[in-house]
């Protein structure tokens, strides 16, 4: 690998489930060191950190439920503290349920804000006051969706909660960017995750009949736009958002 976050300190939240382990995977990969949180899917995220030593890079996993503003705080203070620093921040963790609007309650509504949202804007609030006491600032990534965009059916709280991401990412790069702080999006498509074609065939037939690059995402792809962000490569992008979808949004609506 070519070294591209060398001394980097990093903080991926939900890296126990499959594009979170992508991205830490990819982060340790590129030099930094690696804070993976999870709120259940400790074995997993353990084992990716166990191989990340392995690897010689340096990792911990960390606990925390971020719908709870203090248990936000809590985690990326640890982060810090076993780091020595945060320099990145990727936003992953969250839920996508399918309910359709009739069905749906404000309770249903919550659970997912709370999950996709509410811990993003705790997190970062966290993350950005660590990161405006030190030379040269840092980054924070969200991952939203192109659902952000172009909402499907059953996934009104979903959808919406992405695109308050992308609208909050471009706040955020306002105000923080003052204090060195970049703040962006990474929006994947259909990700490949184990199981996926048998229980969704027809979802993955028509996405891949759709997609230019004529097949579904890989964690690490998600993982490699993250890192670019996070990467002195983007040291002049902030507020953006970084399309990773095989080229399916590139497509006529009509």
Known sequence: MSGLLDGQIALVTGAGGGIGQGIAARFAEEGAAVALHCRTSREAADELAGRIREAGGRAVVLTADLTDEDACRRLVAEAAEWGGGLTALVN?????????????????????????????????????????????????????????????????????????????????????????????????????????EWAWPDGVARWRAAAPLGRLGRARDVGDACVFLASDLASWITGHDLVVDGGVSARPGW
């Not at 970062?124 to 840092?138: D, F, K, V």
């Open 92 to 196: 992953n963790a969250g839920v996508q349920p399918t309910l359709g609007l009739e069905e749906m309650t404000a309770a249903d509504w919550r659970t997912v804000v709370d999950a996709n949202l509410s811990g993003v804007f705790a997190c970062t609030r966290a993350a950005a006051e660590i990161m405006r006491g030190r030379p040269g600032g840092g980054s924070v990534t969200h991952i939203a969706s192109v659902e952000a965009a172009r909402p499907a059916p059953l996934h009104a709280h979903y959808g919406a909660s992405k695109a308050a991401a992308v609208a909050h990412a471009r706040t955020a790069a306002q105000e923080y960017g003052p204090h060195g702080i970049r703040v962006n999006t990474v929006s994947p498509g259909l990700v490949h995750r184990e199981g996926l």
